[in-house]
């Protein structure tokens, strides 16, 4: 042991001098104790049908590597139960959608919602393919529910009796109440520390071992001591002691920390030690009992970030806990693997022994009851009052405040709509650029895609790690078991290069939709006469650029589809080249087949220049449109402009000209907030919840993770009905987008490409 009167010049220089430090295993170890053998047992070298049961329903799960350089790095995977493809009882997979690079050993814990206990895996990278990860696994085991039970996980922020702003589980630390600069003055890292119960930490061993263990605690589980140093209470537990022994040999470390109720993370590494100072302990006192030892935390980095992992995973909505009878209880899989590791060692308790008393009927559920009340026990020794394991935890106040429901069910909380799952059922190029997918649902029941011709869809797809999402229209005609979504690939499109590149038939994507107010009428080939249908006109004009052709696919194919239709269509439509006439041939046959209801003129712009606004003028003269003719545009800025101006100055109402922008589909990202940011959502000036928008998150999916009634369809900012006007504050969104110069000037915003870049206030019934 070691006592410190000034700064060392090692890496623990940093650390605050005079602290009584351990320095070696036998220090460690007649402060904790020694693990009883059972404990050790309770390791399996391969994934059994129990692991592999709880893989296949955890939606997310902690995960601790290093990079190639040695950087040490925590974060959170998944989103989703089963994100985890298990190849074989040794071999797993994963995608890991951040920047780092893992290489050799990493560990993970688990996380079932509602569920104490964690299901902890340790292994080595194998491979790396794209942002998938693959690792051969070396050791797995369920650890204890305490660090659950001590931090109340599982207790989701109770609503709020007012409508007050929501306060965090402590006052937050400010800047200015700790001394010394430092990584933990960085925007948001103190006021979330001030709140985050719970952390996985992760250190590693000098002989090629790494550990990612649970870290809970009562009101905060790191506390500031200064700009650059953390301090973590170590109380008692099963004595393996694994991240202690760990920092004996290598210091370096990394964790991240999460807070119910948000979807943010932090993120930190830096160098740690142990310390059994006694006034330092007394301070981290639970009713008169201190923690047996501390980890002292040389802070290096920590950020505050964003996490499509915990905000996907939806980890303290309604209804997240998983289905008890859907896993097995890990406790009963502890005492199987128990058996397991009895059987193969000397010493251990009787394997035969064990197995016949977990097969004893109804020893599974009497073995919860045990342990629920050691667990009890435990903890209020440790100085915790009101834990109860059943539950998950004593009660929490959290980030969100919210209204109880009016009679409109508009406090009520909303529930992101669910994504509908299809697998690609056929590719069919269209021309070099433009391929056309058609899918189906993934299930045995194939459902019809219903929408109006002209309406979009929104695509989800997995692109290294991270779901993308791009809005694209329907070119299929409705009611038809197969959507047919036509893409065409832009230069720096990440979705776009995605479809062209890497999709293949049988692979899965999701959609959302339909969305948007550019359509005809919904006449259908099975009901042209249906009452909608009358609202359909009877003759259209439709102008088109590129891709802008895919929505008046769908309707020139509805309505053909209409045999008894009277109605006339005529389309101009623009393309570089003839190579690049999407839907060439279907639109000649077409044309030929319905000669007194389709016409067809095409303007090649490498051959007859670019298509204007005297050309459009020509064209739309010369075919002498009925007074009560519908027009339909779609295209880039330029030539929607040029259509409006010629159907005004023609004398054409505005209520018959019809418009869908389209952007170019490169990437453009918005500027985003690098603190997190609080934002109330307010109806007609009643406030309805606030929340914390965490950076790089945008403001409707802070808003939909923490329940509240947010309106969207598309959630890419092409469809408008996110839109809401900022009552204060500042923030920034995506461009282009769909909102007009006028819905700018009057304060509107779209919530599903707007970030924050300060306390916002929106309003979501004045739009």
Known sequence: MTCENKATSDVRENLPSALCRLTTADEVESTVGLPASAVMLKQISALDEGCRTVLARCPIAAFGYRDADGTSRTTFIGGTPGFVRVHSPTRMSFSLPEPGDPHGPVSFFFLLPGVGEILRVNGSVAARKGAETTVDIAEAYVHCAQAVLRSCLWQSPAPAESVAPATPVAPAASAAEFAGDGPLRRPGVAEFLAAAPFLALSTWDGSGGSDTSPRGDRQEVARILDGRTLVVPDRKGNKRADTLHNLLADDRLSFAALVPGRTGVLHVRGRGAITDDPALLETMALRGMPPHLALLIDVEHAEVTGSDAVARSRLWTPGAHVDRGAVPDLMALAGEHLAAGSAAAEGGPPAFLLKAVGAIPGMARLLRLVMNRAYRSGLRKEGYEDVEPGAGGGRRRGFLRRLPADDGGTGAGATERPLREVRIAELRKETPSAVTLVLEDAGKDLEPFDFRPGQFFTLVADIDGRPVRRAYS??????????????????????????????????????????????????????????????????????????????????????????????????????????????????????????DRLTVTHVLTGRDGRLDADGVHRWVT????????????????????????????????????????????????????????????????????????????????????????????????????????????????????????????DGYVLTCVGCPLSKVTLDIADQ
């Open 622 to 745: 010369g075919l002498s449109p009925a007074p009560g003719a519908h027009y339909y545009t779609c295209g880039p800025g330029p030539l929607m402009d040029a259509v409006q101006g010629v159907l005004t100055g023609l004398g054409v109402p505005d209520e018959r000209v019809h418009q869908e922008r389209y952007t170019s589909g490169a990437d453009t990202q918005a500027v985003a907030a690098t603190a997190p940011q609080e934002m109330t959502v307010e109806e007609d000036g009643r406030p309805v919840g606030t929340v914390v928008v965490e950076p790089g998150q945008t403001l409707l999916d802070a808003g939909l993770a923490a329940g509240l009634p947010m309106p969207y369809s598309c959630t890419v900012g092409n469809c408008g009905d996110c839109m809401v006007r900022l009552r204060a504050g500042e923030i920034t969104q995506n461009e282009p987008n769909c909102l007009t110069p006028q819905q700018r000037a």
């Open 474 to 595: 329907a070119s299929s005609a409705p009611g038809s078991a197969r959507l047919e979504v036509t893409v065409k690939h832009v230069e720096g499109g990440r979705f776009s290069t995605h479809v062209h590149r890497s999709l293949r038939v049988g692979d899965r994507l999701a959609v959302r939709g339909p969305s948007g107010s550019f359509h005809t009428g919904p006449q259908l080939p099975d009901a042209p006469d249906a009452p909608d249908a009358l609202d359909a006109p009877g003759e259209i004009v439709l102008v088109a650029a590129g891709s802008g052709v895919t929505p008046m696919m769908s309707m020139i194919r509805s309505r053909l589809a209409v045999r008894q239709g009277r109605d006339r269509i005529a389309l101009l439509y623009s393309s570089r080249s003839a190579d690049e006439i999407i839907f060439a041939d279907e639109l000649t046959r077409l044309a030929k087949d319905n000669p």
